[in-house]
């Protein structure tokens, strides 16, 4: 009793030294690095692509024991509920699927006839329509797309292992770019810092891959990043954005070789979650899947993963069977809620202002449960948005902004130094102005009655 009471006090002695107050609600309990099981998607299947448009997750095409799909379903983590949407127009899977500016680009794939296609259809969420594009010059399946600078990269796949296209949806148009170092196909990937990661995957028939190949657009040139810890095929994978959890890339695949036949040699594929942290170039390991499977679909809401659909494999003896999955699986990242929110001053500015009132404009990354500002290292003020500094005294300032979200955890802005203007400063300024006219004037008018004077002689 006597420990928290002492305790207690240091908490009230240190809070009244700072400028961040100590917010009495308690934090929400974060269960980090954990997954917990959603409604799963209405249609069982392996080989979807899945994409985020508006914090909404569009699973579309695949494969089930009724063939290739064009099912396209919508589902919304906000109530844990799916809707149908409008069919794509080509049954496929294992196609390559990205969104650029809120539409869903379906390129590639496998189709009914077991035969690889090039086709691009693009869906609109908001008018529940799909449009025909330009088809990808190499038709392949087993392949990723990313998209950097607003144009979509197709790179690998099987039927063109060793191929780097293009699309410009704003022209309709491909052309192709430097091919990665290494040919793979069924690799997982993901752009960071508008860099494109190639992990994983297969480098040829039979040979896993755990390279980690990274591509720079704006160079076309590749580089190797640090190795996963261990090989993996049929993966996918999801990058964290730093807002409600550090970024990283969380790679979701098996890392056994897979086959079906008699039961010598044969295993289970064993799924791993790897992380990897861009930042350092290392990688640690996560928290696996509930649900065994592979093929299955990646998706990112506000910085927890989905994984959706799939395939499940059980060792029946002698055989491994293929089962499609309808599993929908949530992942809360390691250090879920211990990103503090970031926030940017936009006014003031590092400069004299000649007025005493000053607006004070700010950003926030994330929502805020407080915000406040520290002037001139003085206790900080609550404030709900963007406010006016009244009153300011003459001489220099500074001001620090504060934000809390709803873990408790506290950003700060940069501390930004600026001036008031003297008002005293400025008669002496004008009225040294008004002298100088007066004065220049005075010059003038007596050049001009000398000459006058000179004249008016001559002509006398």
């Known amino acids: 009793m006597r420990k928290s009471a002492a305790l207690l006090l240091a908490l009230v002695f240190l809070t009244a030294s700072s400028i961040v107050a100590i917010n009495p609600v308690l934090a929400p309990t974060i269960d980090e690095d954990s997954w917990t099981m959603k409604t799963a998607m209405p249609t069982a299947r392996s080989g979807l692509g899945v994409a985020v448009v508006n914090g ?21 983590p906000a109530t844990n509920s799916w809707v ?45 329509m799909w449009e025909n594009k330009t088809s990808m010059p190499t ?38 770019k430097t091919p990665p170092p290494t040919s793979v196909d069924d690799y997982a990937s993901v752009v960071v810092d508008n860099k494109i990661y190639l992990i994983g995957g297969h480098e040829g028939y039979g040979s896993y891959s ?86 299955m679909g990646v998706a990112v809401v506000d910085d927890k993963l989905y994984a959706i659909g799939g395939s499940t494999y059980e060792d029946s003896g002698l055989h491994v069977p293929h089962m499609p999955s309808a599993v929908n699986e949530q992942y809360t990242p390691i250090g879920y809620g211990t990103v503090p929110p970031t926030i940017r001053v936009v006014s003031p500015e590092n400069k ?31 404030i709900t948005g963007n406010t006016t500094l009244a009153g ?40 040294a102005v008004v002298t100088a006219i007066v004065v220049a004037a005075l010059v003038l008018l007596a050049a001009v009655g000398v000459g006058l004077s000179a004249y008016l002689k001559k002509r006398k």
Request: net charge negative; proline share 5%.
């Open 352 to 382: 004299t202002y000649v007025s005493s009132n000053v607006s004070l404009a700010f950003t926030v990354n994330k929502p805020a449960s407080w915000m406040g500002y520290s002037l001139d290292s003085q206790d900080n003020v609550t």
């Open 56 to 76: 909404k997750i569009y699973a579309i095409g695949g494969l089930n024991d009724d063939g290739y799909l064009a099912t396209c379903e919508e589902y919304d």
């Open 210 to 295: 755990n390279q980690n190949q990274i591509y720079d657009p704006e160079t076309d040139t590749w580089i190797s990043g640090q190795q996963a810890p261990q090989k993996t095929v049929y993966a996918a994978a999801g990058v964290t954005s730093g807002v409600m959890a550090p970024k990283r890339v969380y790679v979701l695949g098996v890392t056994e070789p897979i086959g079906i036949g008699v039961n010598i040699g044969v295993r289970v594929p064993s799924i791993i979650n790897q992380v990897f942290d861009p930042e350092n170039d290392s990688w640690t390991i996560g928290a696996s899947p509930l649900t065994n499977r592979i093929n």
């Open 392 to 431: 300011l005294a003459n001489g220099s300032h500074n001001i620090t902004v504060y934000a809390k979200d709803e873990f408790e955890n506290t950003g700060a802005s940069e501390t930004v130094t600026f001036t008031i203007a003297k008002e005293t400063e400025a008669f002496p300024i004008r009225l």
């Open 84 to 128: 149908a949407k409008k069919h794509m127009p080509t049954s496929r899977s294992n196609f390559a699927v990205i969104v650029v500016e809120n539409k869903i680009y379906a390129i590639g794939g496998l189709t009914g006839d077991d035969t690889p296609t090039g086709v691009n259809e693009v869906y609109d969420p908001a008018t529940d």
């Open 139 to 176: 038709p392949r399946w087993l392949l990723q797309a990313n998209v950097v600078n607003a144009k979509i990269y197709l790179i690998g796949g099987l039927g063109g292992r060793h191929v780097n296209e293009v699309y410009d949806p704003a022209t309709d148009s491909w052309t192709t």
